[in-house]
């Protein structure tokens, strides 16, 4: 139950408003997810801003893409928008999680320490978020490959719902894996040689054990 509980907790935080946005435009169509996604950014970054909690670049990214797709959505009146858009915008996340990956502090790393994950900021633990935040760019790519795939094999509606399932599960179960799994799938790619040898915490690093997530 906790893990379940911290799964929650980082999905509602990190991609809030797209939750939001697919589960209004399932129900009431395009135009109320984008006012709903827009009324729940602005009522939750004001909840942020009260509380003095950080902006994490994936909620920014996430709150942007949302923004902009359900435009995107909205304005999508040719049969080719309406079944590539889904193509397009996950091949943009994906390309925005690579972005993310480089720099001294890959984006997972810092939604983790947003979250108050205790674990030692060492080259190997920067090491596997970089690898985790390219494990989530590959989810992306994976999913708009498979959604070339369906638009091009079923009809557009069918495609469209079968995408609409597929994209929910999946996001569902890659945002447990990483609230719930991340300690055991470090140790496993440290298991598997993929992590430089460990080394000792950075200057002002916490002093507990790595647990990266």
């Given amino acids: 139950?906790?893990?379940l509980a911290a799964a929650a907790r980082f999905a509602a935080a990190e991609f809030g408003p797209l939750i939001v946005f697919w589960a209004l435009a399932a129900t009431l169509g395009v135009k109320p997810a984008i006012l709903g996604s827009i009324l729940f950014i602005l009522g939750d970054a004001g909840w942020r801003w009260r509380k003095g909690l950080a902006f994490t670049r994936?909620?920014?990214l996430i709150s942007g893409l949302t923004l902009v797709f359900g435009l995107i959505d909205l304005a999508a009146t040719s049969p080719f928008?309406?079944?590539y858009e889904a193509?397009?915008?996950n091949l943009a996340v994906g390309f925005a999680f690579v972005a993310g990956a480089l720099g001294e502090k890959p984006i997972l790393q810092e939604v983790a320490e947003q979250r108050g994950e205790s674990f030692n900021a060492t080259s190997e633990v920067r090491a596997f978020?970089?690898?985790f935040t390219l494990i989530w760019a590959s989810y992306f790519f994976l999913k708009a490959a498979f959604y070339f795939w369906i638009v091009w094999t079923l009809p557009m509606l069918e495609a469209m719902a079968l995408r609409s399932?597929?994209?929910s599960v999946t996001l569902g179960l890659m945002i447990a894996l990483s609230a719930t799994q991340g300690c055991r799938l470090f140790f496993l790619c440290r298991r598997l040689g993929?992590?430089?040898k460990p080394d000792e915490?950075?200057?002002g690093a916490s002093a507990s054990p790595a647990r990266p997530a």
């Fill in 165 to 167: 399932v597929i994209g």
């Fill in 58 to 60: 994936l909620y920014l």
């Fill in 129 to 131: 978020f970089r690898l």
């Fill in 81 to 83: 928008m309406l079944k």
């Fill in 194 to 196: 993929l992590l430089p």
């Fill in 1 to 3: 139950m906790l893990k």
């Fill in 87 to 89: 193509v397009v915008s």
């Fill in 201 to 203: 915490p950075e200057r």
